[in-house]
């Protein structure tokens, strides 16, 4: 069960059995007096905290846990880190005590960020990881997480819609390998190191080998860039009117927030390559705040939420899936946007309706996905589960997935302003 700070007042409501004087005394922690240091060390492990040596129910356990890290992000925006620093030590202890797995992960990966953030571990450890690793951590949580696979799933079949009628397609994959089409650009972008080109050529080795047992005509290139932002519409050596185009990004564009002005730059280059369709997918939360406790909270809601998924939905059990795998994925991803600041933090997710604002500011519209789509999506969701806690629905235009009632990843279609 996971439990997050929003939660907490109705808990309060609901549950009889924990009076008044001990609700406050455990729960009502003053951060602003926390934050200002007029408690002593001794006094907060004495009462005003947990104590983690008692033994809790599970819902207060988890109340606690809310409200202690909310109070170690205050005290580092405060910028009292000796209190944050005890703070963070207390987490650790609950983190420890909890009954599910799923809260002990993810408030374990929380603890050790605030830690990093902390003692000013150097950010970049946290940003990279050798290449093999991360490839290999990439796909452990693709096969894991059926969200993922719908992701790329509907942008897929929005592409394919699109192209109906058109002879030749071009489809520029913005990141390594992507799609099958009929002319694919492989681009591999954010820091991969130099054996990036090699990697790029054997998956279009793969592809072309797919095509010609098929009978479908291919061509692929692929060429590495430091960032997409790098990129040039000369580079891609699209010819006009010759090709239908079609650009898709799955959980990459958020990326480019690090860097000042390159979201700007790319979507002006996807508008010179004219494509006719533009799909993107992105988890559907807002990690991008620059107000460090309000990113740290929405943080903790989208993150508990993956791992609640993660342990308790049947699709993952009966895959025979190792968490033990997949969590350090979203354990990296937790240490980036928690412990790295500026150019560094590059984990910077945006929602539907924040997207939505910079491609309208870009010149795109957003088409309503064909109703087939969503078709699709729901065939797809019912192949893999009939469990109740997956949700998929039609949002403003977009395809929303969401795990009990909490949205995760958002899939939306755009086009040129003067195409639509």
């Known amino acids: 069960m996971i439990v997050s700070s929003s939660a907490s007042s109705s808990w309060f409501n609901n549950n009889k059995q924990i009076d008044d004087h001990q609700e406050i005394r455990i729960f009502n922690v003053d951060f602003r007096a926390l934050c200002n240091n007029t408690c002593s060390r001794s006094e907060l492990r004495g009462g005003l905290l947990p104590d983690t040596d008692k033994t809790v129910n599970e819902e207060e356990s988890s109340v606690r846990l809310v409200n202690t890290l909310m109070a170690c992000a205050e005290a580092i925006q405060e910028n009292n ?91 520029l994959a913005l990141r390594p390998g992507g799609p099958p089409a009929f002319q694919l650009t492989g681009i591999g972008g954010h820091s991969q190191p130099d054996d990036s080109t090699d990697a790029l050529q054997e998956v279009g080795w793969k592809l072309a080998q797919l095509a010609e047992s098929i009978g479908v005509e291919f061509e692929f290139r692929g060429f590495v860039v430091h960032t997409l932002a790098d990129l040039e519409a000369s580079m891609l050596n699209i010819p006009s009117n010759v090709e239908a185009v079609a650009v898709n990004s799955v959980f990459e564009l958020h990326r480019l927030f690090s860097i000042p002005g390159a979201i700007e730059k790319v979507l002006d280059l996807i508008k010179q390559v004219e494509p006719k369709i533009v799909t993107i997918a992105e988890p559907e939360t807002n990690h991008n705040e620059s107000v ?60 539907l309706g924040q997207w939505r604002v910079r491609f309208n500011s870009a010149g795109f519209n957003l088409v309503p996905l064909a109703s087939n789509t969503y078709r699709h999506a729901d065939l797809l969701l019912a192949l893999y589960t009939n469990e109740e806690g997956y949700r998929v629905e039609v949002k403003d235009g977009c395809l929303m997935w969401s795990w009990h009632s909490r949205p995760l990843i958002a899939t939306s279609t755009w086009q040129i302003c003067s195409q639509v």
């Open 81 to 171: 880190l000796s209190l944050a620093d005890e703070l963070t030590s207390v987490l650790r202890r609950i983190a420890v005590s909890q009954i599910g797995g799923a809260l002990k992960k993810v408030a374990t990966y929380f603890a050790e960020a605030l830690s990093r953030k902390i003692h000013i571990t150097n950010p970049r450890d946290i940003v990279e990881s050798p290449y093999s690793k991360d490839q290999l951590l990439h796909m452990s949580f693709y096969e894991s997480c059926l969200f993922v696979k719908f992701a790329h799933f509907t942008a897929k079949q929005s592409i394919l819609e699109a192209f109906a009628d058109s002879k030749r397609v071009h489809a």
């Open 292 to 351: 460090f406790m309000n990113r740290i909270k929405e943080a903790w809601h989208y993150y508990s939420t993956v791992f609640d998924l993660l342990e308790n939905s049947e699709w993952t059990k009966r895959s025979a899936i190792d968490l033990e795998i997949v969590g350090p994925h979203l354990g990296r991803e937790i240490y980036n946007l928690v412990a790295c600041e500026g150019t560094e933090r590059v984990v910077r997710h945006e929602t």
